[in-house]
């Protein structure tokens, strides 16, 4: 079965320095991959995805990951974090389904940056 | 502008009630999904539908109910044989596809009280 297993629950991080959230798949099939943002109280907004082609994916606010298929990983970075950069992160798989697609999440890291 | 809706924002309930959230999106998004979020477990696949009137089982199906009589709508009803409902709901939607992003309506917080 595939699953994702982010290794961190929480980061503390202080301002400007920089991030790295690792996160970890099994799957035997096609990858697609990723990364989800949700501040507090609210829905998940995508950061970034990888389907196909170049390995370094980038994203919005300064994000990026890397997908290695050797190591089964595709971890998210970020050079330089903001405040506004607290919030709980989440790495997903897609799987096909019956001719849908189903998205299995991590258990989500929480980054929480000090001034 | 386009997006998706969830009502209420918050939502208590007594031991033995049935309640229902709503979900409601203008992306003309033909696949439609439930996850429920429970603190250090990420989110979990309650149904999902591809179209109008089919909707499936995902992992954590007992004690929910839905329904897709309108391609904007899918709402999730909570039943009184859920044995933990307290949750964060999230709805989401993408278009039918084998790699489409899915879109996260803002969620629903349910209290059993």
């Known amino acids: 079965a595939q699953s994702v297993t982010q290794l961190d629950s929480q980061v503390p991080v202080f301002e400007e320095a920089p991030v790295e959230l690792r996160c970890n798949y099994s799957?035997?099939?096609?990858?697609?991959l990723f990364w989800y943002v949700q501040y507090p109280n609210q829905g998940l907004q995508l950061l970034l995805k990888?389907?196909?082609?170049?390995?370094l994916v980038k994203g919005i606010n300064g994000f990026e990951a890397e997908f290695n298929k050797s190591q089964t990983s595709f971890h998210l970075r970020k050079p330089s974090v903001h405040i506004s950069d607290t919030a709980e992160y989440f790495c997903?798989?897609?799987?096909?389904?019956?001719?849908?697609?189903?998205?299995?999440f991590g258990q989500g890291t929480r980054l929480t940056i000090n001034p | 502008d386009g997006g998706i809706t969830q009502s209420p924002k918050y939502l208590f309930r007594k031991e033995g009630q049935n309640v229902t959230l709503s979900c409601e999106q203008n992306?003309?998004?033909?696949?439609m999904y439930w996850y429920r979020q429970d603190p250090g477990q990420g989110l979990r696949l309650i149904y999902y539908?591809?179209?109008?009137?089919?909707?499936q089982k995902g992992d954590i199906a007992e004690g929910y109910s839905v329904s897709r009589e309108k391609k904007e709508s899918f709402p999730l009803t909570v039943t009184s044989a859920q044995k933990n409902p307290t949750a964060f709901y999230l709805c989401?939607?993408?278009?039918?596809?084998?790699?489409?992003?899915?879109?996260f309506g803002p969620g629903t917080r349910l209290t059993v009280l």
């Open positions: 989401a939607s993408s278009v039918t596809g084998s790699t489409d992003t899915q879109y």
């Open positions: 997903a798989v897609l799987i096909g389904i019956q001719g849908a697609q189903k998205l299995v």
């Open positions: 990888y389907l196909s082609g170049s390995t």
């Open positions: 799957s035997s099939v096609s990858v697609y």
């Open positions: 992306l003309n998004h033909d696949a």
């Open positions: 539908s591809q179209i109008v009137n089919d909707f």
